[in-house]
């Protein structure tokens, strides 16, 4: 087990912690402990409290670890460069569909402890709160463009994409219903398109006398 002290800041330490980290909770679940961390890795348990000085810190530090791994980044500039639309739509579901594949067990240990592990919560809402703001920024582009259907504020435009595309109903509709990636990709993307976008052959779904603002479901 490594013990000196000038490799607790050495990047490689980190990666390691972290990579144990992502082991370990694909085996260990809500079980999960910084004990458990370092012997997979090698480390003392004071390397890994340095490094991410608790539970809720690692967790925090893998989720943002895999969105390097999984280059996040090049895919939601590759998503912000499709064209306001469908297309847009159709790009930001491809990539929830690949990404959430990719961080699908520590989303599952973090999405299920959120109600009962102030830590694990805490690191979750970290999560949402991200993916909220991207969801917001892809919606106001649609805004700005002039294709959200006026019958949407943008919040509330925003809050439907981000339930809707949230790992919960990908898990469901994936692993348990056996729908396949393009399957997924293909059916959500009707469902927003229509849902959020103006239909070029109608009038948006406003009641007469509801005012601005107001959503008609149909």
């Known amino acids: ?19 144990a980290a992502r082991e370990v909770v694909a085996e260990r679940g809500m079980a999960l402990t910084l004990a458990d961390v370092a012997g997979r890795a090698g480390v003392s348990r004071q390397a890994v409290y340095l490094h991410v000085t ?15 791994t999984l280059q996040l980044s090049e895919s939601l500039a590759r998503v912000q460069a499709a064209a306001p639309g469908p297309e847009l739509i ?15 067990p520590v989303a599952l240990v973090l999405e299920a402890a959120q109600d009962h592990d102030p830590a694990l919560g ?6 949402m709160t ?68 103006v239909d070029p052959g109608e009038d948006p779904p406003v009641a007469p006398g509801s005012g601005p603002g107001v959503l008609v479901l149909r």
């Open 130 to 197: 991200f993916r909220h703001q991207v969801h917001r920024q892809i919606v106001q582009r649609l805004a700005d463009a002039g294709v959200l259907a006026p019958a949407w504020t943008v919040d509330m435009a925003t809050d439907l994409f981000h339930s809707l595309t949230l790992p919960g109903p990908w898990r469901e509709l994936t692993r348990h219903l056996g729908w396949d990636a393009e399957t997924y990709v293909q059916a959500m993307t009707a469902l927003l398109v229509r849902a959020l976008l």
């Open 54 to 68: 608790d539970r809720t810190g690692l967790l925090i530090a893998l989720v943002q670890r895999m969105d390097e």
């Open 90 to 104: 159709e790009q930001t579901m491809a990539l929830h569909s690949t990404f959430t594949a990719g961080i699908d």
């Open 1 to 19: 087990m490594t013990s000196r002290a000038d490799a607790y800041g050495d990047p490689s330490t980190r990666t390691r912690i972290l990579e």
């Open 122 to 127: 805490a690191a979750w809402r970290d999560r």
